[in-house]
């Protein structure tokens, strides 16, 4: 455990000083604060467009800000913050295989299982406190603001959509074991992440795609409850353990 509490403090320390962990804080925060704006700024910008249109003046009349409009902003705007942290995350184990420092740590008595667990603990632990950074930011100014919306349908849509995030992090451990660059876990990544998208075009498969975890509108008491999400979280879940167990053996067996 003393072990394991170093190795993540000296990850933090690192991402500190080098300004990754800087960056994300800055960009979840600010999306959290924008999701709430957008939904404030919707009157003004449908009047700029109905002042070029005539036609569409009783659209424009008829819109009522509501809590419900920031929270879909916040859903649509959180794969470009997952983006981010990808992106950021991409070099955590890649920059150790470059610049030869996991064979000077692995030569004084590391296992290699220790060294991946504490990879992975942290980048739950980033990916948890960015997005709780990023809802609370909403939460906060969407009920200042524009008041609330059900609780139960909102916790549900928060929670699939950080399950999700736990399955790219996971996904993500994976590719950065198979890859040995940064733009190799990325192609790997996004080349997986394809896969669940192409199986959710398709009805048979619709139900089981971890995608159907990030419809956060439809959870919002639009069409999807946690039953119609039932089978997806079973699939996401299966494949977080799946992939947490196929990284450690691919960890330990690579060449370095």
Known sequence: MKTLMTLLKKEF??????????????????????????????????????????????????????????????????????????????????????????????????????????????????????YSICWLT????TQYYLGSVNQDDLTLALLAWYGFGLLVVSLLLVASTLATSSSGVLVTLFAS???????????QSKDYSPILLTEGKALLGEGLDFEDCRQAIYTTGGLILGSLCLSFPLFNRRQL
Not at 60 to 80: D, G
Not at 138 to 141: C, E, G, M, R, S
Not at 193 to 198: A, R
């Open 13 to 130: 320390l690192a991402q500190w000083r080098g300004g990754q962990l800087f960056i994300l804080v800055l960009v979840f925060f600010v999306i959290g604060l924008m999701n709430t704006a957008l939904a404030l700024a919707t009157p003004w910008m449908l009047e700029q467009i109905a002042s070029q249109d005539n036609g569409l003046a009783i659209q424009v009349q008829a819109v009522k800000l509501t809590a419900t409009m920031a929270w879909e902003q916040f859903f649509k705007n959180l794969p470009l913050a997952m983006l981010c942290f990808v992106f950021l995350e991409s070099q955590l184990l890649t920059k150790e295989y470059q610049t030869g420092t996991l064979i000077l740590v692995l030569t004084k008595g590391l296992k290699r299982s220790q060294f991946l667990l504490s990879k992975f603990i942290f980048l739950v632990t980033l990916w948890t406190g960015a």
């Open 138 to 141: 909403t939460l906060t100014y």
């Open 193 to 203: 992440l394809l896969v669940f998208y192409v199986l959710s075009v398709f009805p």
